[in-house]
């Protein structure tokens, strides 16, 4: 099976006056993945959304959906895709069905379909208990999952979800998570923006982490993880007065320096292999140490090792 | 499995985007203010508290101040769609509209399709009012629905004003004191509830400048007179310009958001 691209993204540009907010980003998404934009607040993130889904005109560069320029065949490209913004944006003052009702309608569905389309979605979303309750009692859950319902009224091939799980109790989280991948699993394509990495490193098959505008890495989770640094092992060192003697023991052994914070050392492993000599080493110095732990490197390390700070 | 769907004609999505502002209405109670208790009250108030300094009593002071207040309900009905505009851009709602595949003025016409029905409620509301006050013009029945008309005209052409103002706007709050405010000095200073005889030399200048005394005047004359005068066809050809300019402006405010 050849992978087809969902989106083809090339030299979109787009000025706030003299601020470059996107400056100059290409990348591709392919059919059936998750892809993660990732930035800090401000990167940029929201803009190139707001491009992707035509809500925005780009300076300059182009967008493909599916193969249909987003300036040219604008009208149908909306078709393809469903887009949850980062704010649920229902109605308030009316009904959970009538915003289904609405929002079907306004697809383009005819009436039955549209009562159908509706009842399925408020089983699929478990919001038929309040289906036609005023949406001012919802939880901020029911909220997202009514706000998600309505972007898939279409059964899009890509869904757009700007920062889906903002704000959310880990609970409600979980379970946006689990749609989420119901809905991959389904085969549709999903662009998700975050700030959360463990949400990114969950869900995301691909990232771009974005940054003053500039795309300025792509890769799978992995990928970046294994490019920022491997794993680190920690330790405490019991008596203040053997710290000077376990730094000399662990730089021995290996090639980076070794941190070191009041008591606590820290060092960088090529491989796991390289624990085992250190430990030993200290034990034979008769070195006693605590809070052992060997550090997985996060998409947290990733991240603040290719943004900058605005200041 | 794929949903059917087939790309909506203009005429459908703003009928469905009417719909969802009546809910919205309907839902909302307290939106029902300005159309139905505010002219109930309005005539009920300035009815019983004026006419007897201003007419010389309640029944001779009706056929003066039915037409002032259905105008000032029209202007309070129509700078009520500014707001509400405002609300809908600044909640994100209008960028998932955007964002569908439907026709792009539809949520701008479904909003003042459903003005035309809250003028419409305001109209009925104030002259209900009237009648139920002692109100009976010599002219028949079929004038009145005639001086509705033109009132409800005038109000929707109006509308769009305020719609535009609320595209143009930083934000609700902003909209509603501004349209207050136009509300008040521009039913105020006119005709609406006082004779302009009674005005001192600038106030009768003024209110030979605002527009509303043409409407008022209109309604009154027709009224008075059971056929279509001079001044009537004066105001319909105004709100025509109103609508021809205003509309394409709102619709490139609307565009430009």
Redesign the interface.
């Known amino acids: 099976m050849t992978t087809k691209n969902a989106i083809e993204v090339s030299h979109l540009t787009k000025k706030f006056g003299k601020k470059l907010a996107v400056d100059d980003v290409s990348f591709n998404v392919r059919q059936g993945e998750v892809f993660g934009l990732l930035g800090p607040n401000g990167a940029g993130k929201t803009t190139t959304l707001r491009m992707l889904t035509t809500l925005l005109k780009a300076d300059a560069g182009q967008v493909k959906i599916f193969g249909h320029d987003t300036v040219k065949e604008g009208r149908l490209a909306r078709s393809l895709f469903g887009l949850t913004g980062q704010y649920a944006v229902v109605d308030e003052d009316i009904s959970a069905r009538q915003n289904l009702m609405i929002f079907a309608r306004l697809n383009g569905l005819s009436r039955p379909d549209a009562k159908q389309r509706t009842t399925e979605l408020l089983h699929e979303f478990s919001l038929e208990n309040s289906a036609d309750k005023a949406l001012k009692d919802f939880s901020g859950g029911m909220r997202r999952r009514l706000d998600l319902a309505v972007s898939l009224i279409t059964r899009p091939a890509l869904i757009f979800l700007d920062e889906p799980t903002t704000g959310l109790d880990p609970r409600t989280r979980t379970q946006m998570w689990d749609t989420i991948r119901h809905l991959v699993q389904q085969g549709s394509t999903i662009v998700l923006t975050t700030q959360y990495l463990d949400e990114a490193d969950q869900l995301a098959d691909n990232l771009a982490i974005i940054d003053h505008g500039k795309l300025v890495k792509t890769g799978t989770p992995a990928e970046l993880k294994q490019q920022i640094g491997g794993t680190r092992l920690n330790f405490t060192v019991d008596r203040s007065t053997q710290v000077g003697a376990a730094v000399k023991l662990v730089a021995a052994q290996v090639a980076d320096a070794v941190q070191q914070t009041g008591q606590q050392l820290s060092v960088r492993l090529t491989q796991m292999a390289q624990a085992a000599p250190i430990l030993t080493a200290l034990n034979q110095a008769k070195i006693t140490i605590s809070q052992l732990a060997v550090q997985e490197p996060s998409l947290d390390d990733v991240f603040l090792n290719l943004t900058v700070g605005k200041n | 499995?794929?949903?059917?769907?087939?790309?909506?004609n203009l005429f459908?999505?703003t009928a469905?985007?009417a719909?969802?502002n009546l809910?919205?209405t309907v839902?909302?109670p307290d939106r029902f203010m300005d159309v139905i208790i505010q002219p109930v009250m309005f005539m009920l108030m300035f009815g019983y508290l004026f006419g007897g300094a201003i007419a010389g009593g309640v029944q001779a002071y009706l056929p003066t101040i039915v037409p002032g207040i259905l105008m000032q309900t029209m202007l309070s009905a129509a700078s009520g769609s500014g707001a509400q505009i405002r609300e809908d851009l600044d909640?994100?709602?209008f960028?998932?509209?955007?964002?569908?595949?439907?026709a792009h003025v539809?949520p701008l016409a479904g909003q003042l399709f459903a003005d035309s029905l809250r003028l419409l409620m305001a109209t009925v509301a104030s002259l209900t009012t009237g009648y139920l006050m002692g109100w009976r013009p010599a002219v028949g029945f079929g004038w009145v629905v005639a001086i509705a008309g033109l009132a409800i005209v005038t109000g929707w052409a109006l509308s769009w004003l305020f719609a535009l103002l609320g595209l143009l706007a930083k934000s609700a709050g902003a909209v509603q004191s501004v349209s207050l405010m136009t509300m008040l000095v521009l039913s105020f200073m006119s005709n609406a509830f006082v004779p302009l005889k009674s005005l001192t030399k600038p106030l009768q200048f003024i209110a030979h400048l605002n527009p509303v005394t043409y409407v008022i005047t209109a309604i009154r004359q027709i009224l008075a007179t059971g056929s279509w005068t001079h001044e009537a066809l004066l105001v319909l050809g105004v709100d025509l310009i109103i609508v021809v300019i205003f509309a394409p402006l709102a619709v490139w405010a609307y565009d430009r958001n």
């Open positions: 499995m794929d949903v059917q769907t087939h790309s909506g459908m999505n469905t985007m719909y969802r809910l919205k839902h909302n909640s994100g709602v960028d998932r509209f955007k964002s569908l595949p439907m539809a």
